[in-house]
T-cell receptor, first 118, second 114 residues
Framework: AQSVTQPDIHITVSEGASLELRCNYS??????LFWYVQSPGQGLQLLLK??????LVQGIKGFEAEFKRSQSSFNLRKPSVHWSDAAEYFC????????????????FGAGTRLAVHP | EAQVTQNPRYLITVTGKKLTVTCSQN?????MSWYRQDPGLGLRQIYY???????DKGDVPEGYKVSRKEKRNFPLILESPSPNQTSLYFC?????????????FGEGSRLTVL
């Protein structure tokens, strides 16, 4: 069965430090890949997505992610973390539908909660 | 403002008392979906709808019903809620024509079933 693994449940970094959140997926072909962020009491906001082309994608809020097919990974990075980045981060994959190329569901990882120390 | 609106945002109810969580979007999206979020499990899809009168089960549909009579609305119905349906629920929508388009999420509805 398809699955998404985020190995780190909690991560704590100091403000200004770099950040990398890991995401691995299990699927035979290349899925569409997404990173969402959830601030406390809020819904999910899309940070970035990958569906084809350049394997390094840029997102909002200074985030980027790199797709590595050989490792089935889509890790999220940020060079310098701000206190406002404290939130929960979800990696998700979408399996392209055979004929339309769209998708009808996202499969989410369990999430990584990021804490930022001043 | 483009948004997905869910109501109620918070609800405490008792076992067996039917309830409906409403979801409305103002973006003219064809696709809508419901997810539940539980600690350590991320979000799991309950039901989805590709258009009016077209709905299908997601990964965890047991105990839930949905309907899609209008394009903008996609209510989630719990006919006989049980404590294992205590969760945080999210409605989401997207434009079907955009194959790789993002899902837009509501702010969530926290449901407690006693």
């Amino acid at each position: 069965a398809q699955s998404v693994t985020q190995p780190d449940i909690h991560i704590t970094v100091s403000e200004g430090a770099s950040l990398e959140l890991r995401c691995n997926y299990s699927y035979g072909a290349t899925p569409y890949l997404f990173w969402y962020v959830q601030s406390p009491g809020q819904g999910l906001q899309l940070l970035l997505k990958y569906f084809s082309g350049d394997t390094l994608v840029q997102g909002i809020k200074g985030f980027e992610a790199e797709f590595k097919r050989s490792q089935s990974s889509f890790n999220l990075r940020k060079p310098s973390v701000h206190w406002s980045d404290a939130a929960e981060y979800f990696c998700a994959v979408a399996l392209p539908l055979m004929f339309s190329g769209g998708y009808n569901k996202l499969i989410f990882g369990a999430g990584t909660r990021l804490a930022v120390h001043p | 403002e483009a948004q997905v609106t869910q109501n109620p945002r918070y609800l405490i109810t008792v076992t067996g008392k039917k309830l409906t969580v409403t979801c409305s979007q103002n973006m003219n999206h064809e696709y809508m979906s419901w997810y539940r979020q539980d600690p350590g499990l991320g979000l799991r899809q309950i039901y989805y709808s590709m258009n009016v009168e077209v709905t299908d089960k997601g990964d965890v549909p047991e105990g839930y019903k949905v309907s899609r009579k209008e394009k903008r609305n996609f209510p989630l119905i719990l006919e006989s809620p049980s404590p294992n349906q205590t969760s945080l629920y999210f409605c989401a929508s997207r434009q079907l024509a955009d194959n790789t388009g993002e899902l837009f999420f509501g702010e969530g509805s926290r449901l407690t079933v006693l």
